[in-house]
């Protein structure tokens, strides 16, 4: 059969599985889009700033849909907005979700029955939109396209894929600047598709527009350094359900797009909302917390396997969750 790059091994597992699977993917793994809705809120906060100050049609664009309930909770956080400051903002937006899945595509549309929402069936690497949006916006898209596996040995640089069922190596003649800077064996995700993603934001948003991007990965090469070889390359890929899933080298993506911004997650929802939040993973959700809520839950924290001292706010756990901004 040949070698088969860890890419397009990528590429036909994730086509696959979203194709069959639709909303039921929520049995295999937990977003925070798919939370108690605070990352929604935090960008419809965002979104309303700027959105207030334009005039006519406002367009915001969702890559890769879920269930529809993070495009659901955006749109109430914009009613409310405009209800308390008597605006019209969210009378304006027209909500497009884009996914390959028609299955996802038709699940997200019952789910958001009654809401100006728009659906366009088509790959996120492939999409056309015509007219531009104000926003884009993707959540663990990036982790699910296409990327390559590579490693440094000495000067020469080899990428992972298969023989058959078994795992191989070959070298490596592309770019993938910054991998010296691991330790030499350690994996470097080099995100292809989340690459050409981003190039082709380009033509989805307006001038004076942007896009966020949130997933999980790394954002600094040290990283690396905290972890023993084995452990780390075990870590930048995974299986959820019958999905395999890489980490975004967001160290690489900065490298190669400098105008993008990376914060942690966490602390960009902290600043929208204007408070202290704590994530957690409760109910097979992935979500942010306030001291009060933790307060509130400190039995259901418990029962999920956190300890005291997390209830109480007094601990916290690190997050590989971040944020990335492409304005435009």
């Known amino acids: 059969m040949g070698f088969i790059p860890f890419d397009q091994y990528q590429r036909?597992?994730?086509?696959?599985?979203?194709?069959?699977?639709?909303?039921?993917?929520?049995?295999?793994?937990?977003?925070?889009?798919?939370?108690?809705?605070?990352?929604?809120q935090s960008d419809a906060r965002g979104f309303y700033e700027r959105a207030r100050k334009l005039e006519g049609?406002?367009?915001?664009?969702?890559?890769?849909?879920?269930?529809?309930?993070?495009?659901?909770?955006?749109?109430?956080?914009?009613?409310?907005?405009?209800?308390?400051?008597?605006?019209?903002?969210?009378?304006?937006?027209?909500?497009?979700?884009?996914?390959?899945?028609?299955k996802m595509i038709d699940d997200a549309r019952k789910n958001l029955a009654g809401y100006n929402v728009e659906t366009v069936l088509s790959d996120s690497l492939e999409f056309n939109p015509g007219k531009k949006f104000h926003y884009a916006r993707a959540n663990e898209l990036l982790s699910d396209l296409p990327s390559k596996l590579l490693f440094a040995k000495g000067d020469e640089v080899f990428e992972l894929g298969f023989e058959g069922e078994d795992m191989a190596s070959r070298r490596y003649s592309g770019k993938a600047e910054g991998i010296h800077e691991l330790p030499e064996g350690y994996l470097f995700p080099l995100n292809i598709g989340a690459m050409e993603f981003i190039w082709n934001l380009e033509d989805v948003v307006a001038p004076g527009g942007y896009a966020d991007i949130f997933d999980y990965g790394f954002r600094d090469s040290g990283e690396a350094f905290e972890w023993e070889r084995p452990a780390w390359n075990d870590g930048v890929s995974r299986w959820y359900g019958e999905q395999v899933t890489v980490d975004v080298n967001f160290f690489h993506l900065k490298k190669t797009f400098p105008k993008i911004t990376v914060e942690p997650?966490?602390?960009?929802?902290?600043?929208?909302?204007?408070?202290?939040?704590?994530?957690?993973?409760?109910?097979?959700?992935?979500?942010?917390?306030?001291?009060?809520?933790?307060?509130?839950?400190?039995?259901?924290?418990?029962?999920?396997?956190?300890?005291?001292?997390?209830?109480?706010?007094?601990?916290?756990e690190e997050s590989d969750f971040w944020h990335a901004r492409v304005s435009f």
Do not use: W
């Open 12 to 40: 036909e597992v994730n086509e696959r599985y979203y194709s069959e699977k639709g909303a039921k993917i929520y049995d295999d793994f937990a977003t925070f889009a798919h939370g108690n809705g605070k990352l929604a």
């Open 265 to 316: 997650q966490k602390e960009y929802t902290e600043n929208a909302l204007g408070e202290k939040l704590f994530q957690v993973e409760l109910k097979e959700r992935m979500c942010y917390l306030g001291r009060g809520e933790l307060s509130m839950l400190g039995e259901e924290l418990g029962e999920e396997g956190y300890p005291e001292e997390f209830a109480s706010g007094e601990f916290e």
């Open 57 to 102: 049609e406002l367009r915001v664009c969702e890559f890769g849909v879920g269930n529809g309930f993070f495009a659901r909770a955006f749109l109430d956080e914009l009613k409310r907005i405009d209800l308390g400051k008597k605006t019209d903002v969210s009378e304006r937006t027209v909500y497009s979700l884009v996914d390959f899945s028609e």
